[in-house]
Structures are given as C-alpha cells and as structure tokens.
C-alpha cells in the first residue's frame, strides 16, 4: 500500500519541509505494499480485499476497509520524524511507520499537513482516522482538558522522547538545565509540551523568558539561526537531528540532557475502538518481524525505540 500527502484544506496551515523547505502542493505517495488485485485480491480491484502480505486487513472497521485508505493528520515539518523531502517526497519515521504498517494492513496512509494544535480537534471532527505527528501521550490530552486535543483521545505508544535543547555552537550562553532558560529569549512550537514546559519554568524565574511561540517548528530554528533566539526547546530527535545536518553539523548543538521523557502516540478518536486495536496489533507487529527496528536504526534513534506497545501509556 502507499503513504501518501494530501494538500492541506482551507483553514489549516502545512508545515513545510524541514530538509529542503519543499512546498506541498499536491499528493505525495511513499509505495508500502503490493497492489491487490496483483497479490491475493479478487481481480476486481475491491479495497475490501487483503492480499496475502496484509494479515491484519480484516481487523480493520469496514468503512475503512472499503475505502482502502487511513487519513493520516500529521504536522509536517517536524525532521526527523515527519517532513518533505528535496525531491517533494514524505519522508522520516512516521512515514516509515505508516508504511511498514500500511504493508500488514493492507491500506494506504494519507498524510494531510494541518496546524499541530489543531490535528486532534480535526480528526474528533471527522477529518482524519488517525494523528501521527510526534504528538505526547499525556493524561490532558487522552482526557480533552489541554488546550490542543479537544474531545480526547487514544493513544497507540510508538517511541519515546524527552525535550532538549537546541543552542548555538560552542553554547556561548552555557544553557544546561531549564533554570538557565530564565532571562533568555527562548523559541519553541506553540501547542506542544515543549511550550508548556517554557511556559512552566518561566512561572519559577525571577528574570523572565521572553518567549517566541510559533505554529511551525522551523519558525523557532529560524529563529536560533538569525541570534534572534538563544535556544530553542525541542524534542530530543529533532534536536539531534538538526544539530546533526544543518550547516553540516556546524551550526548548531545539543546542549544539556533530555527532559522528562515521555511516549508518543498515534492518536485515535475514542469511539473508534475497532480502529485503534487494528493500529496497536500492526506496530506490534512491525515490531515483531523486524521493520520497526529497521526504522529506528535509519534514522539513528535507536535510543528512542520502545521495546512493547502499550495504549494510553502516558502520565
């Protein structure tokens, strides 16, 4: 089966790509899975059909099944973890994940770029299946009390990441822990843990952040790039990640170590329990023949992987 990107709608923003800064503008298509009709399908092209290499097909709700295709609301600019390649392509874990899966489930996953504060708000309101863009398992968020996921939801734990912080080479301002956060202008994603977590540690300082909250996490990059921020918060992957590529590993540097680790989870809505079982039992099983950890081995995270699925995992 295929991943595929969606152009965003009318009222939600795309993050753009984060390694090479590629516009989406139209369906951009990762192959995850034999055709059908080629491989143990009825000959007729029927979405209904699992091929032989899709063991997982049925456990699938029918709608979903008979439309061949999970819409997937992800915040792509987000590298390593999700992002647009330089050939126009989605790229980075999730990706990955989605097509390891969409090969055992026997369906397409369609990426569809929207505001990260908004993707749960969406997908309860029917316009995607699934969230899978490096969203925190947190109570708040399983519950629908934070301010970004609105009517709650399930969470299948995939990884797990902690924040770090993002600083200038050499770290000239030597930051190393969030106390040395206080009286710097500090940059992060508006809607994530990272911006609680700034918002948190400037209730405890005495000279005050000055924060910089944007919808895109390449804004916050920009930001540190231009000396127009100090550090930025972000997840450890994307962190090391940009530490690691961007001015060819001159630029930037991970400082201090990661904070309060915590599960990502590929959020369902909570009524679509049939749904949320098949996603657990397809990353079960990508764990167990191989292809999750070749995923993580890719995209050197190995230190990420969890070792079980677990659902609603997080405190």
Request: glycine share 10%.
């Amino acid at each position: 089966m295929t991943v595929r990107i969606t152009p965003r709608s009318a009222t939600v923003r795309s993050r753009i790509g984060a390694a090479g800064a590629v516009a989406v503008v139209g369906a951009l298509v990762l192959t995850g899975c034999g055709d059908q009709t080629d491989e143990g399908g009825d000959g007729g092209g029927s979405k209904e059909t699992a091929n032989a290499d899709a063991p997982l097909h049925d456990r699938l709700p029918k709608k979903i099944r008979k439309a061949g295709t999970i819409k997937v609301g992800s915040d792509i600019a987000y590298a390593p973890v999700e992002f647009v390649d330089e050939k126009g392509d989605p790229a980075g874990i999730d990706p990955d994940l989605a097509r390891a899966m969409g090969k055992v489930l026997g369906v397409d996953f369609a990426f569809q770029n929207g505001t990260f504060d908004q993707l749960i708000l969406g997908m309860n309101s029917g316009r995607y299946d699934i969230v899978m863009s490096a969203v925190t398992d947190t109570k708040e968020r399983q519950e629908g009390v934070s301010d970004d996921a609105e009517g709650g939801a399930d969470f299948v734990n995939y990884f797990k990441a902690g924040s770090s912080f993002l600083v200038e080479k050499g770290n000239p301002e030597n930051i190393e822990t969030l106390d040395d956060l206080c009286g710097e202008t500090v940059a992060a994603q508006r809607g994530t843990a990272n911006e609680a977590l700034v918002r948190e540690q400037n209730k405890k300082c005495d000279d005050k952040i000055d924060p910089f909250f944007s919808d895109k996490d390449t804004d916050s990059i920009t930001q540190l790039q231009n000396g127009r921020a100090t550090v930025v918060v972000t997840d450890f992957p994307v962190a090391a990640y940009n530490a690691k590529t961007f001015g060819n590993g001159e630029q930037f540097e991970v400082a201090g170590s990661q904070i309060d680790a915590a599960p990502y989870g590929i959020a369902v809505n909570k009524k679509n329990t049939e749904l949320r079982d098949a996603i657990e039992a397809a990353m079960k099983r990508i764990m167990k023949n191989g292809e999750y950890e070749k995923v993580m081995k890719k995209w050197d995270v190995t230190n990420g992987a969890l070792d079980e699925v677990t659902v609603n995992a997080g405190t």
